[in-house]
Structures are given as C-alpha cells and as structure tokens.
C-alpha cells in the first residue's frame, strides 16, 4: 500500500531532550516536506528536500534540522525542543518538486513541556 | 516573504447552497495551486488543483478558479453536503526555483442539513 508513515504519533517531552520524528515513504517519491500545523496559523512548511542530500529552508525553519541520506528517509530532528514546539507535525511527499500532488503522512502530536 | 492569504476563515451554508473559498498569493511566480481538504482528526488530502496556464478546473461539486492576474484562486463547492463539513486549504507553490508551498490559513466549512 502506497503510503508515508511517521513515528511517533504523539509525544511528549521536556524542554532540552534531544528528539527525532521519523518520515518513511514507499512511492519513490523526490519531494518530502515537513509541516507544522497550529490554530488559525494553517500549515507552515518547515523544511523540504528536492531529492537525497538535497535540502531547504522552508518559512519556520528555526530550531529544527533534517536529513535526506535515502530517497524514502526524511526525518525531523528536533536538538532543544522548547515549548513553541509544541505542534502537530505532519510529514509529506509528492512525485514532483513544487508541482504534484502531497501525500500526508498521519501527523505526529508534539508537546514540550 | 511569500503569502497565501485566504478568506473567510469560517463559512456556514445550508445543505445544498453553495460555498466559495477564496485565497490571494504574492509570489508571482507561483504556477502551481492545489487545494487540501482537512476532516477533524485526519491528514489533509488533495481534492482538486490548477496549474497557471489553465483558467477554470472542475471534478463533479468542486470548481477551481484562477486569475493570474489579479493574483486570486478561489474553491467553489455547489448542492454542498454534510460530508463537506470540513477545513479546507489553499496553496502556491512553484515547479522551479525555491519549490517552497505556502498555504493558507485555512477555512473552516460547515454545512448545515
């Protein structure tokens, strides 16, 4: 089944613990994207990967990293969680950079407390 | 920086009116613009998109509409149902240079029966 998966799906944590979210996709996909959602703010991309060891800002980038090392890999690294962290993360992937369809992945609830 | 903005943020019809969600981008070089629908507690989907060499897309209910010039898209949903009941997002983004997707803010959709 064609699909992008994240783990965990909810987590809680304290300010300063190192964490990461992953993001698996098994359609070849060249995008991947991360995504915060928040109340009245939508989904703000956080960062996005054209393709492997291809990365980019996205409009919230700050305290956040990420890697590409394998087309089906883009994990989240959060290095010092703070609680305006706290969000739901979703994980993306489309076939086309910029101009294709999507797929979400099932979002990951973050709270940092 | 780049921006979607996307209006009402909330809209209220009685079931079988019709609904418009309107959004307005900055980036002039945006040329890509699909819209996500977002039921309580899921991961947004794409329901329908447009690129900017086609003016009007229609699936069935749903109806996009674009205006390059005046930089709008609006989603036009008609004989709306329950099942509509929703949030719904609009986005831009581009198939060369950054590749970022911006979205807006969202609108959150109730039909009434």
């Known amino acids: 089944e064609a699909q992008v998966t994240q783990n965990p799906r909810y987590l809680i944590t304290v300010t300063g613990k190192k964490l990461t979210v992953t993001c698996s996709q098994n359609?070849?996909?060249?995008?991947m994207s991360w995504y915060r959602q928040d109340p009245g703010l939508g989904l703000r991309q956080i960062y996005y990967s054209m393709n492997v060891e291809v990365t980019d800002k996205g409009d919230v980038p700050e305290g956040y990293k990420v890697s590409r090392k394998e087309k089906r890999n883009f994990p989240l690294i959060l290095e010092s969680p703070s609680p305006n962290q706290t969000s739901l993360y979703f994980c993306a992937s489309s076939f086309l950079a910029g101009g294709g369809e999507q797929f979400f992945g099932p979002g990951t609830r973050l709270t940092v407390l | 920086g780049e921006n979607v903005e996307q209006h009402p943020s909330t809209l209220s019809v009685q079931e079988g009116d019709s609904a418009v969600i309107k959004c307005t981008y900055s980036?002039?070089?945006?040329?890509?613009f699909p819209w996500y629908k977002q039921e309580l507690g899921k991961r947004p989907q794409l329901i329908i998109d447009i690129r900017s060499n086609v003016g009007e897309k229609k699936d069935q209910r749903i109806a996009v509409t674009l205006n390059k010039t005046a930089k709008h898209f609006s989603l036009h949903i008609t004989e709306t149902q329950p099942e509509d009941s929703a949030v719904y997002f609009c986005?831009?983004?581009?198939?060369?240079?950054?590749?970022?997707?911006?979205f807006g803010t969202g609108t959150r959709l109730k039909v009434l029966a």
């Open positions: 980036d002039s070089a945006s040329n890509y």
């Open positions: 986005a831009a983004s581009t198939t060369s240079g950054t590749y970022k997707y911006i």
């Open positions: 359609m070849n996909h060249e995008y």
